[in-house]
């Protein structure tokens, strides 16, 4: 019953699309021009990076990598992101459970504070904890008292980072579980779940996918930051240098030699770019086929009946 | 629909108390920290610091060229979404994935490679730079990489709507004899005229506070290419921390601006679209 409805339907929309598109030269010339925006602005950039780190050939490549300053900056970089990401990813879950399983006066308020580090710029972002524990800064003081460094030194870096990765696995998070609705979790409950027992075996499997690109793309961010950790650094090689940072000195530093080494980090980055990207399709492919699937499913479950 | 329900959930209390301490720990307090630092300069130095020549100048690049270059996004990333939404063209799946290229891509690389395609002897600026085209070091730069930057925002703002507009209304057009020019202009045009302005709301912000990339195409000179998050660096290496402070105060007030002219143009969005 249900198929036959169905498929009438695709038969009478593929017959009077005609009378609602444009003329095939119209078109042609819509696609044209959007390809070859897409093409100037995409694509020739990315095949840029690896052609310019290749140029000198593989054995160029790996020696500018393993250089002892680039490889230094490439294990601070996965530091910062291993303390960073997690500390967002436990935020995001904590903000998605209050904000999509409750109801409460200033809701609108506190997302919009949410996502205010996407608003700011990252030399802000990073200026903004200068001025709290900078040397003139209002703890600055205090800290040099007792010896603890966080401006140019590796915590400020973490916390520039933090701040802004900040909203990422919020931002997933929110609407994937408001979608959800809580009537599983309530159901868990009934039959005697704990609160932690529902959250793990309903509440995570059923985000698992958004939580997943929330994660990457968070990732994604907190190793490529420039700005803001830019400005809390104070950019000693080998010391407090990510690789963002490093690719920026190996450009001021090689004008002569036409940058490979700098392209050589920067390909790291624009592969990581990729693999966020490519996690991005499949999660997107991958929600669309659960949710038909379920349609399905349901359509020959009311078939049945 | 506002009536309050019994809610049997449990962790409300330690979620919201999480939430709110690394929020105001980590957010707040920082930002806080700036707002009460240019609180403690006069008036007058405050007007002094934010308005010298140099600070105009790279206020007037900024919010130049992020206009412009939001602008070009709303055209390009318009027709981007249409023909990824209505055609079927080879390759549209990729296209379609590298939409969000310039999102994942760190800034710093983004600068890199764009300076090294328009430079002399890049692949594009071989044949633009002698046209008189220079895309290196100069204001156009600027605005090609706040471009790049902000590519995605339009494109991923309408691309939902255009899917989910119902074809049955410019089929009711045609039928009524309707031109394709004046559906597109009486139906269609009016109705995703709200998202696109919301994408380039988006993109004007990302691109006021655009940093990473600049610094390596624009060459970065005094009252021509030197953008307001350059000046807030350059006065933090003077050790001029007011100077930095005050022109970071006016950029994190234009970007609260924003943030709420965009939640407002949601809303308004959000509600064409019924």
């Keep these: 019953m249900a198929g036959t409805i169905q498929s009438n339907l695709k038969a009478r929309r593929t017959a009077s699309r005609r009378g609602t598109e444009e003329p095939a030269f119209v078109k042609w010339t819509l696609i044209t021009i959007g390809l ?35 490889w230094s900056a490439i294990r601070l970089t996965l530091i910062i992101a291993a303390i960073s990401v997690p500390l967002n990813v436990v935020f995001g879950l904590a903000a998605a459970w209050a904000i999509a399983k409750f109801e409460f006066r200033g809701k609108a308020i506190l997302i919009t504070l949410i996502d205010l580090p996407f608003a700011v710029s990252p030399v802000v972002s990073g200026l903004v904890f200068v001025l709290l524990f900078g040397m003139q800064g209002y703890f600055g003081q205090w800290l040099d008292d007792h010896n603890i460094k966080i401006i140019f030194a590796v915590p400020g870096m973490v916390m520039a980072t933090i701040f802004v990765t900040f909203p990422f696995v919020a931002r997933e998070l929110i609407p994937v579980m408001q979608a959800t609705g809580s009537e599983q979790e309530q159901a868990a409950l009934t039959l005697g779940a704990s609160g932690w027992q529902t959250f793990w075996h309903v509440t995570l499997p059923s985000v698992k996918w958004g939580l997943l690109y929330g994660v990457i793309l968070c990732n994604a961010r907190a190793m490529g930051e420039f700005g803001a950790v830019s400005v809390v650094s104070g950019k000693i090689a080998g010391q407090t240098q990510t690789m963002p940072l490093r690719v920026e000195e190996l450009y001021n530093s090689s004008k002569l030699s036409g940058g490979t080494a700098a392209f050589a980090v920067a390909s790291l980055l624009a592969l990581l770019a990729l693999f966020t990207l490519g996690v991005k399709t499949w999660v997107e492919w991958k929600t669309r086929r659960n949710y038909e699937l379920a349609q399905r499913a349901e359509a020959n479950f009311q078939s049945q009946i | 629909m506002a009536e309050k329900k019994f809610n049997p959930l449990p962790g409300f209390g330690l979620t919201m108390g999480y939430t709110l301490f690394y929020l105001s720990a980590l957010v707040l307090i ?170 380039f709301a988006l993109a004007f912000a990302r691109a006021v506070g655009e940093y990473g990339s600049i610094v390596f195409v624009s060459g970065n000179r005094i009252y021509e290419t030197e953008i307001a998050p350059y000046l807030i660096v350059i006065r933090l290496d003077q050790y001029d921390y007011h100077g930095a402070t005050a022109i970071a105060a006016v950029l994190m007030l234009i970007s609260f601006a924003i943030l709420i002219s965009i939640n407002w143009l949601e809303s308004w969005a959000s509600h064409f679209e019924r």
């Design chain 1, 36 to 70: 070859a925006f897409a093409l100037l602005f995409l694509l020739v950039p990315l095949v840029n990076v690896f052609y310019q780190a290749l140029e000198k050939g593989v054995r160029f490549y790996l020696a500018a990598l393993t250089e002892p300053d680039s």
């Design chain 2, 30 to 199: 920082p930002v806080a920290a700036l707002f009460l630092k240019a609180f403690q300069l006069s008036w007058h130095d405050f007007w002094r610091l934010t308005t010298d020549p140099r600070a105009l100048a790279a206020y007037k690049l900024t919010f130049g060229a992020s206009l412009l270059a939001a602008l070009v996004n709303a055209i390009f990333g318009t027709l981007l979404a249409w023909i990824l939404v209505r055609y079927e063209f080879w390759g549209k799946r990729f296209i379609d994935a590298l939409v969000d290229f310039p999102f994942a891509l760190p800034t710093a690389v983004a600068g890199l490679t764009l300076c090294s395609l328009f430079a002399g002897n890049g692949w594009l600026g071989r044949f633009l730079v002698p046209l008189g085209i220079n895309g290196a070091y100069t204001r156009l730069a600027v605005i090609i990489a706040l471009t790049f930057v902000g590519l995605p925002f339009v494109v991923r703002t309408l691309q939902p709507v255009l899917e989910n507009l119902e074809q049955e209304v410019e089929e009711a057009a045609a039928t009524l004899g309707a031109s394709r020019w004046r559906t597109f202009f009486s139906i269609l045009a009016p109705t995703l005229f709200p998202t696109v302005v919301t994408g």
